[in-house]
């Protein structure tokens, strides 16, 4: 079975922090995504990668940057967290086979930002 | 926005058959339809896709009709774990974003 896992379940931070929030896919996987899911607007994507060292901004990248120093691993980096971040973070990874792929999700980070 | 309208919540007893549908009347021709199911505070889990084919896994069998632009997804014997939140998607190609819609609020009733 897939299994992609995040650093943490909960997170509490307060604004100005610097908030690291990595995600660790076992399968080999080439792409891995970052979503935040907020109530009433659904999965909105942050920043994906289709590879080692290489990033693509999703919809919603203002605020975050990542990194992508080892294929199994993408990390999302809120500079300077505001409370406007607050939000369930969600990371995904997928094998890039063919003509489409299925995205596999981890547990979820819920950071509260006070 | 979401390519799909899906019933916003359905009731289901536990050991039916749960039926969930979802509406893609503008499906094209190579676009896949998947199902998704997110549980209260985790995060989506992968349920089953297909293109025009039925398919079934452990989890689930997604009828689709021949037309493509509807399709159900048939959980054989609901339980009561399987009270979520779930999303029908269609999706052509691989680097094509995931969006997921407001999906149908199951209810397994004891």
């Known amino acids: 079975d897939v299994k992609v896992t995040q650093s943490s379940r909960y997170l509490v931070k307060r604004t100005g922090e610097k908030v690291f929030l990595e995600c660790v896919q076992d399968?080999?996987?080439?792409?891995m995504f970052w979503y935040r899911q907020d109530p009433g607007l659904g999965l909105r994507l942050i920043y994906f990668s289709y590879d080692v060292k290489m990033k693509e901004k999703g919809d919603i990248p203002e605020g975050y940057s990542v990194s992508r120093e080892k294929k199994e691993r993408f990390s999302l980096i809120l500079e300077s967290a505001s409370t406007n971040q607050t939000s369930m973070y969600l990371c995904?990874?997928?094998?890039?086979?063919?003509?489409?792929?299925?995205?596999?999700f981890g547990p979820g980070t819920r950071l509260t930002v006070l | 926005d979401a390519k799909t309208t899906q019933p916003p919540s359905m009731d289901c007893a536990e050991g039916r058959a749960a039926n969930l549908p979802c509406n893609h009347s503008?499906?094209?021709?190579?676009?896949?339809v998947y199902w998704y199911r997110q549980i209260h505070s985790q995060g989506p889990q992968y349920i089953i896709h297909?293109?025009?084919n039925n398919e079934t896994n452990e989890m689930a069998s997604l009828i689709i009709t021949e037309d493509r632009k509807s399709s159900t997804l048939i959980l054989p014997h609901a339980t009561l774990r399987d009270t979520a939140v779930y999303y029908c998607?269609?999706?052509?190609?691989?680097?094509?974003?995931?969006?997921f819609g407001k999906g149908t609020r199951l209810h397994i009733l004891p």
């Open positions: 399968m080999d996987h080439e792409n």
């Open positions: 998607i269609v999706r052509v190609h691989r680097d094509d974003k995931i969006i």
């Open positions: 297909g293109l025009k």
């Open positions: 995904a990874s997928s094998i890039r086979t063919g003509i489409t792929d299925t995205q596999y």
């Open positions: 503008t499906i094209s021709g190579n676009e896949y």
